[in-house]
């Protein structure tokens, strides 16, 4: 067979592939959800075998009859226009009571977006955004100022960076399964406006040094004006 036509059905049995799997992806989600808002059954085999954390199409929900309480039909949809709105998709966080052996989930939105609202369990996505942004401090210092400047003379700033790198690696775990654009989303050229939410977010954040730190990145960008 000639490369180009082994290539050609090599390419087409990944695909095929592929659509395989999002199948039985999409099946597999469809009975948890039913599972966990259409029988309010919250514990079981079928939530053992889904992982802490995973991601799917909001297509996978939408015009599906699941929720019987109008509370949750109503944050179903939510989740699945605000998905479909970034062209994004619905993550799924999966928690469990070991005292009473019950599972219970949070919905997300995904990638995270700078303007979102921080969370307990999207904060390792907004430290990881923000670890972005002192990397590119430290390459572009004429830009902002480099926020790592200090760090080997100011314990203190020395010790912020190691908790926002801390929080950050929560993230580690699925950028081993997902690609990073699936995760978060952010302009790696960081232009004002980006830089702003950043700010706020962080400013809004509930680590007790964060307002600290927003503090000393006021103090670095102020000196560039």
């Given at each position: ?181 699936m995760l978060v989303s952010y302009n790696p050229n960081w232009p004002v406006t980006e830089v702003k939410k950043l700010l706020q977010s962080l400013k809004e954040n509930d680590q007790d040094w964060c307002e600290m730190f927003f503090?000393y990145m006021m103090y670095v960008m102020g000196k560039k004006t």
């Amino acid at each position: 067979m000639q490369d180009s036509k082994a290539g050609a059905v090599a390419s087409k049995a990944n695909k095929d592939t592929e659509k395989s799997g999002e199948a039985v992806m999409a099946e597999a989600v469809l009975k948890l959800f039913n599972a966990y808002y259409r029988d309010h059954n919250h514990a079981g085999k079928l939530y053992d075998d889904f992982p802490n954390f995973f991601l799917f199409k909001p297509s996978v929900l939408e015009g599906k009859e699941i929720a019987t309480r109008s509370s949750e039909k109503l944050l179903l949809d939510d989740v699945i226009q605000r998905a479909k709105a970034r062209n994004g998709y619905i993550g799924v966080s999966k928690h469990r009571n070991p005292k009473l052996g019950y599972y219970w989930l949070e919905l997300s939105v995904m990638p995270f977006m700078m303007g979102d609202a921080v969370s307990k369990d999207n904060k390792g996505e907004f430290f990881y955004i923000l670890t972005k942004f002192i990397e590119f401090t430290k390459l572009h210092p004429k830009m902002y100022g480099n926020l790592t400047a200090e760090v080997e003379s100011d314990k203190d700033i020395a010790l912020m960076l190691n908790g926002i790198k801390k929080m950050a690696s929560r993230l580690s775990v699925s950028l081993d399964i997902y690609p990073e654009n699936m995760l978060v989303s952010y302009n790696p050229n960081w232009p004002v406006t980006e830089v702003k939410k950043l700010l706020q977010s962080l400013k809004e954040n509930d680590q007790d040094w964060c307002e600290m730190f927003f503090e000393y990145m006021m103090y670095v960008m102020g000196k560039k004006t």
